[in-house]
């Protein structure tokens, strides 16, 4: 959710229980703009919480020109000092799906450790212990979260003809009718099943507007939790495979946005409660 806006998009959340005590939010609000400065981003957004048994990481997400591919995310433990999140690569999630289980400690140097199984042949060669610490386990979490859950209606970003994605400002919101579909909400993150379409399915899309996967096309159906609250003013999706995430729109208003506030931990029981 938008720096600018956050006092008043927690409340639209409050609902699923995304709050933040007066000092938190206070906090927030000053050292977001400084942070916003000092790394000279267009936007910073507050993404979340992620809770640990020891401490909770405060997570901040500042963009540039391009609102999709130019980020940095920051962790803060005190909502006012912020610790740049490192990239992500693929070694690095490997090494992360290997070893860390469980949930966060709340300790960024945390060393997560996998032990080699057991073989039954001891003349076989023993495989390399895996390490890794709790700050890589966190920046592979909020990777996977804004490749998984991250929400955006239809229209409020175009993509440019040079590629580069940014802001629609002549979006004034979903109607209702339209917020009550799946099928108008977008993931926010590199698509996979445009590239599958045919071109007779192509042809319908807009490619300045239809440039992302919608909500209605995830595997399994029935992942996403779409209702309508604060008296039918406020549409709130929650993601069943990433429980704590929650996004909310207000129709016939451009305001939109997500938090996350959980344990940093998949759901992989999902398809086997649908």
């Not at 960024?108 to 001891?122: G, I, K, M, N, Q």
Request: hydrophobic share 40%; proline share 4%.
């Amino acid at each position: 959710m938008d720096a600018n806006s956050l006092s008043y998009s927690l409340e639209l959340v409050a609902g699923s229980g995304c709050i933040l005590n007066s000092e938190q939010r206070a906090a927030l609000q000053t050292s977001l703009i400084i942070l916003k400065k000092n790394y000279k981003f267009n936007r910073v957004l507050f993404w979340g919480k992620i809770l640990g048994l020891k401490e909770h990481y405060f997570i901040a997400q500042g963009r540039r020109d391009d609102e999709l591919k130019d980020t940095q995310h920051f962790y803060s433990f005190n909502c006012i000092d912020w610790f740049l999140i490192p990239s992500t690569t693929s070694a690095m999630i490997e090494d992360v799906s290997k070893t860390a289980k469980g949930r966060f400690e709340g300790d960024p140097s945390f060393v997560y450790e996998s032990r080699p199984a057991e073989r039954l042949d001891p003349t076989t060669a023993e495989e390399s212990t895996t390490k890794v610490t709790e700050e890589t386990r966190l920046a592979v979490t909020v990777h996977h979260i804004n490749e998984e859950a991250s929400v955006v209606p239809r229209g409020a970003f175009i993509n440019s003809t040079h590629g580069v994605v940014q802001i629609n400002r002549s979006f004034g919101g979903l109607s209702y009718t339209q917020a009550g579909k799946l099928e108008h909400f977008l993931h926010f993150s590199q698509p996979k099943n445009l590239k599958k379409k045919s071109l007779l399915e192509m042809a319908d899309l807009n490619p300045a507007l239809d440039f992302l996967d919608p909500l209605s096309e995830d595997i399994p159906k029935g992942s996403w939790s779409l209702q309508f609250e604060s008296a039918n003013k406020v549409c709130v999706i929650r993601s069943l495979l990433w429980l704590g995430l929650t996004f909310y729109h207000v129709p016939m208003t451009p305001l939109h946005g997500f938090i996350y506030i959980g344990y940093g931990t998949k759901n992989l029981d999902l398809p086997f409660m649908l």
